[in-house]
C-alpha cells in the first residue's frame, strides 16, 4: 500500500517512542528511516522499525544516553553515543563536523558506542545540503567472508560520500562493500528462488546458488571489496578503540545489550580548495556530463549516483511511498513487538 511521507515519519515515531525512545530520538530516527524508504531503499527504512522496537524494549539501546561531544583537535572529535540510538548520534555528530569543517576546513568526527544508524547516506546528503563534502563510513555485524576465506570476519560495511552542486540535485554514494545485502537471500528463501553463484558461500567457503545453504556474503569485487570492508572497519572500529572485526556485535543477538558499534564522519569544505562556486559548477557539470554519455544497450540513460534515487523520491511524491501491508499494519497496531528477533541472525550459534 502507499501512504504519504508525513503518515509514515508520524507512525514510525510514535512506534519507537511508545517502545522507550525518547520524543527527540524518536523524530530523528523516523526522519532517517523515512529518509530511506522515500528512496526506495526499504531495507533500511520501516521494515526496521520491529526490530529496533524490540532492542529499545528489552533494553538493547540506551533510551537516556548522555551524548558527548570531545574536540580532540582543532579538526577532531569523538561523539560519545553511550549505547544510544543510532541515527540520532550520528546525525548530531555530523551536524558537528560540519560546523567544524565550516570554520576550518575539514573535520573528522568519530562516533562511538552507538546502535545501528541505518541508511548512512542521511548523513552524508546532510553535509551537501550544507554545501560541504559529506564522507561516512560505519561497521556492521560479522557476515562477510575476507578474500579467500571460509568464515565471516567483517560486517557489509557501508560507506557513503555526497557532495554538492549547483542546485537542490547531489552526487550521492551510499553502498555496502558486499554484492548483495542479507536482506536479499531472505528474499530468495521466501521465494525458494536459487542465487547467482557470486553473491555468497556456504560453510565450506565455496561459492552457492542455494539460499538456504549460506553461510556468509562475498565481498564486491574480491580482495577489492575485502579491502574496502576493511577500511571501513579500521576508520569506524580501531581507530575508535571499539571491538573490529569479528568482535563487532550482532545485530540479532544480546538484543538486551547496548552494540557499541562505530562510525567515521569525514567533512570537507571545497571553499578551503578550489572555492566553493567553481567546486558545485564542476560538480553540476560532471552531472550533466554523465548523463550525456551515450547508453549501453539495455540503458535508456547513464545516472549519476544518487539519481536513481532521486527518481525514486519524485515518483513516491506523486502517488505515496510504497510499504508493505504487514509492515503498515504492524505500524498502525498497538503491538511494540513480536519478540521475534532474538536470534534470527542466521550466523547466531
Ligand atoms: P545499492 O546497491 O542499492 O546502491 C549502491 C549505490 O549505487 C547507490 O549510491 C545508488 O545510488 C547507486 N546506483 C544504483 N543504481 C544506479 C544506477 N542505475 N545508476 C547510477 N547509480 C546507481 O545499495 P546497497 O549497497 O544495497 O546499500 C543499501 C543501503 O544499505 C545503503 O543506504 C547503506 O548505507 C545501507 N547499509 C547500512 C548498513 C549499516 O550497518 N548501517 C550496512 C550495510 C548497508
Known amino acids: 500500500m502507499r501512504i504519504t511521507k508525513e503518515q509514515l515519519k508520524s507512525l514510525i515515531k510514535n512506534k519507537l517512542h511508545r517502545a522507550g525512545l525518547k520524543e527527540d530520538h524518536a523524530e530523528i530516527a523516523a526522519d532517517v528511516l523515512v529518509f530511506a524508504d522515500e528512496r526506495g531503499i526499504h531495507s533500511h527504512g520501516a521494515m526496521r522499525v520491529e526490530y529496533y522496537a ?11 544516553p548522555v551524548f558527548k561531544i570531545e574536540k580532540t583537535g582543532p579538526c577532531t572529535a569523538i561523539f560519545h553515543g553511550d549505547g544510544g540510538n543510532g541515527h540520532a548520534a550520528a546525525k548530531m555528530a555530523m551536524d558537528e563536523a560540519i ?4 570554520e576550518n576546513g ?8 552507538i546502535s545501528h544508524s541505518g541508511a548512512i547516506s542521511y548523513f552524508t546528503n546532510q553535509a551537501a545540503k550544507e554545501h560541504v563534502i559529506g564522507f561516512s563510513v560505519c561497521q556492521s555485524d560479522p557476515m562477510v567472508v575476507p578474500f579467500g ?29 558486499t554484492v548483495q545485502a ?17 553473491w555468497a558461500v556456504d560453510r565450506n567457503g565455496e561459492p552457492t546458488t542455494n539460499p538456504f545453504d549460506v553461510n556468509a556474503l562475498l565481498p564486491i569485487a574480491g580482495p577489492k571489496g575485502y579491502g574496502l570492508a576493511m ?15 569479528n568482535k563487532v556485535s550482532s545485530m540479532y543477538e544480546n538484543l538486551s545489550e547496548y552494540r557499541h558499534l562505530g562510525q567515521l564522519h569525514i567533512v570537507i569544505n571545497p571553499a578551503f580548495f578550489t572555492g566553493l562556486t567553481q567546486f558545485k559548477q564542476d560538480i553540476s557539470t ?19 549516483p544518487g539519481e536513481n534515487n532521486d527518481i525514486v523520491i519524485a515518483e513516491y511524491k506523486e502517488k505515496g511511498i510504497e510499504i508493505v501491508d504487514e509492515i503498515y499494519k504492524y505500524l498502525i497496531s498497538d503491538t511494540i513487538h513480536n519478540n521475534q528477533y532474538d536470534h534470527k541472525n542466521p550466523f547466531a550459534k
Not at 560546523?99 to 565550516?102: D, L, N, P, Q, R
Not at 577500511?231 to 572485526?245: E, Q
Not at 560532471?286 to 544497450?297: F, R, T, V
Open 54 to 64: 524490540e532492542r529499545i524494549a528489552k533494553g538493547g539501546i540506551n533510551t537516556n
Open 182 to 198: 542479507w536482506g536479499k537471500i531472505l528474499h530468495a528463501r521466501s521465494k525458494n528462488e536459487s542465487i547467482p553463484d557470486t
Open 149 to 177: 576465506g571460509a568464515e565471516p570476519y567483517y560486517g557489509t560495511n557501508p560507506i557513503a560520500f555526497a557532495a554538492p552542486s549547483n542546485d537542490e540535485k547531489m552526487l550521492s554514494l551510499d553502498m555496502a562493500t
Open 286 to 304: 560532471s552531472m550533466q556530463d554523465l548523463n550525456a554519455i551515450k547508453p549501453a544497450p539495455g540503458f535508456s540513460k547513464v545516472l549519476f
Open 106 to 113: 575539514v573535520a573528522i568526527v568519530g562516533v562511538r558506542d
Open 99 to 102: 560546523k567544524m569543517a565550516k
Open 231 to 245: 577500511t571501513v572497519d579500521v576508520l569506524s572500529g580501531i581507530l575508535l578503540g571499539l571491538p573490529f572485526g
